[in-house]
């Protein structure tokens, strides 16, 4: 049972990238899911989320209309395509899932680096 993240790298400002996250061992479609992300020096921050419950998304202020959450079931994968990159979207992003929107996430990726810089 695994999270296996990929599609990090370096991008200019305004770029963008999209990040994937491929489940083995068990059926995505049957959890919540989410990317997280910590900058150098700052708390982990969760910036979009699909529900276990109704499978809604949240996203987090500082992404909201550039970044966009969304999975493929038969492909047991999860994305977040990433749109009008900033240099403060320079982070290790994570993917992870969750039982349900009050639960912690408990499967973690191995997270993927995102560096943004001219």
């Known amino acids: 049972v695994q999270l296996q993240a990929s599609g990090g790298g370096l991008v200019q400002p305004g770029g963008s990238l999209r990040l994937s996250c491929v489940a083995s061992g068990f059926t995505l479609d049957l959890y919540g899911i989410g990317w997280l992300r910590q900058a150098p020096g700052k708390e982990r921050e969760t910036i979009a989320c699909i529900s276990a419950e109704d499978s809604s998304t949240l996203y987090a202020e500082s992404v909201k209309g550039r970044f966009t959450i969304s999975r493929d079931n038969p492909k047991n994968t999860m994305y977040l395509q990433m749109n009008s990159l900033k240099p403060e979207d320079t982070a290790v992003y994570y993917c992870?899932?969750?039982?349900?929107?009050?639960?912690?996430?408990?499967?973690w990726g191995q997270g993927t680096l995102v560096t943004v810089s001219s």
């Open positions: 992870a899932t969750q039982s349900s929107l009050s639960a912690p996430y408990d499967l």
